[in-house]
């Protein structure tokens, strides 16, 4: 069973918008709400790129030029984050990853695909 698991991707056209959500299936709810979580994207023949992480705490960091476009959020009640995409274009075409940081540790989602076309 997959711990990370990332939804919400899809078509979309440019303009549009999206929400992804990451369930952390398996984290016990008193662990998951001391996690560092993040959303990450890649291209290929590119690195992975931050798109925004969230703390604990709920202080939140964007990638470049993420912010004005994208907003996290996290749902501790039920284990999960969100990312808002607005205002898409075609440069956002990728797949989505979603990180948890736990103990110095990272662990990964399988990713969503996310396509920006007309």
């Known amino acids: 069973q997959l711990h990370l698991v990332e939804s919400g991707g899809g078509l979309v056209q440019p303009g549009g918008s999206l929400r992804l959500s990451c369930v952390a299936s398996r984290a016990i709810l008193s662990t998951f709400i001391q996690y560092t979580m993040a959303w990450y994207r890649q291209t290929p023949g590119k690195e992975r790129e931050l798109v925004a992480s969230i703390t604990s705490g709920g202080t939140t960091n964007y990638g470049d030029g993420m912010k004005d476009r994208f907003t996290i959020s996290r749902d501790n009640s039920r284990k999960t984050i969100r990312l808002q995409m607005n205002s898409l274009n075609p440069t956002d075409t990728a797949v989505y990853f979603c990180?948890?940081?736990?103990?110095?540790?990272?662990?990964w989602g399988q990713g969503t695909q996310v396509t920006v076309s007309s």
């Open positions: 990180k948890e940081t736990s103990g110095g540790t990272d662990y």
